[in-house]
């Protein structure tokens, strides 16, 4: 009788092990990008934190005080599709050191990563992007937005996106 409590107690444990780690895992993003402009390109970059899984719960993590490799950049714009994407030829070391002061200009390809997609003249419009990285404990540490880029190239200019909650699909964002 105690046997059985005991491996029903392990087996109930195991299950919600499980199931709290795969809740974590099922995050879309892990932080919010960033986006602005200086000297007149388009940076990209992180904000402040991210969500790193728990036993039992996430918590998040501070960026500049993990060491985070960047993997990957993609930007899609809503009507259009992928705009740009590099990758890391490798998930190991080679990638890009990031942190929250990092700015990575539109269009300009990593040194080691691969360009499946190369960089589009931007136009004004609704894009969304993501930055897969990682951090030096091995969690995952990716990030996304949703932004408008609104201008010219001689004059860009960046706001968030609105969202229409009756709406789905790429319909959902707008600019204002």
Do not use: H
Request: with cysteine; net charge neutral; hydrophobic share 35%.
């Amino acid at each position: 009788m105690i046997k059985n409590f005991f491996l029903k107690l392990l087996v109930t444990q195991l299950s919600l092990l499980a199931t709290l780690s795969a809740q974590a895992m099922s995050r879309y993003n892990d932080g919010d990008a960033r986006v602005w402009i200086e000297n007149n390109n388009l940076c990209l970059g992180v904000e402040n934190t991210y969500k790193v899984g728990g036993v039992f719960l996430s918590r998040n993590a501070q960026v500049d005080e993990n060491q985070l490799t960047l993997y990957g950049v993609s930007i899609s714009r809503n009507d259009e599709g992928v705009v740009w994407e590099n990758y890391s030829n490798s998930e190991t070391k080679q990638g890009l050191t990031l942190n929250t002061s990092t700015c990575i200009p539109y269009g300009e390809n990593i040194d080691n990563f691969a360009t499946p997609t190369p960089a589009k003249n931007l136009e004004p419009g609704i894009y969304s992007i993501l930055l897969r990285a990682g951090d030096s404990k091995g969690r995952r540490a990716w990030f996304s937005t949703t932004t408008c880029l609104k201008g010219s190239s001689n004059a860009w200019s960046v706001a968030p996106a609105k969202v229409n909650e009756n709406a789905v699909g790429f319909a959902r964002w707008y600019c204002e």
